[in-house]
Nanobody, 121 residues
Framework: QVQLVESGGGLVQPGGSLRLSCAAS????????MGWYRQAPGKQRETVAT???????NYRDSVKGRFTISRDNAKNTVYLQMNSLKPEDTATYSC???????????????WGRGTQVTVSS
């Protein structure tokens, strides 16, 4: 019912920047918290940043001051601006949204398929 499509990943040098986007589509009535998560090979998925419907944000300590999460409610899209990228930022980045489908009363979390970010010289 809900489809999430991420874009903007790629290969960049240390210190470079990327802007990820995730657009939600489907029979969506409401979207609540949206977030970005990442997973490196052999490691567990970790939260990068989240943003509530009211605009409150949270970041993991290692990305504070470098990454900025934002959202465009009219477009059902969440963004992640990544600056001063480091090799340890290399991972598959996935977006997650909590949404209520039209005609239902249940809020469910949905995942995108992910976009690869590689930071290397």
């Amino acid at each position: 019912q809900v489809q999430l499509v991420e874009s903007g990943g790629g290969l960049v040098q240390p210190g470079g920047s990327l802007r990820l986007s995730c657009a939600a589509s489907g029979s969506i009535d409401s979207i609540y918290t949206m977030g970005w998560y990442r997973q490196a090979p052999g490691k567990q998925r970790e939260t990068v940043a989240t943003i509530t419907s009211g605009g409150s944000t949270n970041y993991r300590d290692s990305v504070k001051g470098r990454f900025t999460i934002s959202r465009d409610n009219a477009k059902n899209t969440v963004y992640l601006q990544m600056n001063s990228l480091k090799p340890e930022d290399t991972a598959t980045y996935s977006c997650n949204v909590y949404a209520r489908i039209t005609g239902t009363s249940t809020v469910v979390g949905y995942w995108g398929r992910g976009t690869q970010v590689t930071v290397s010289s």
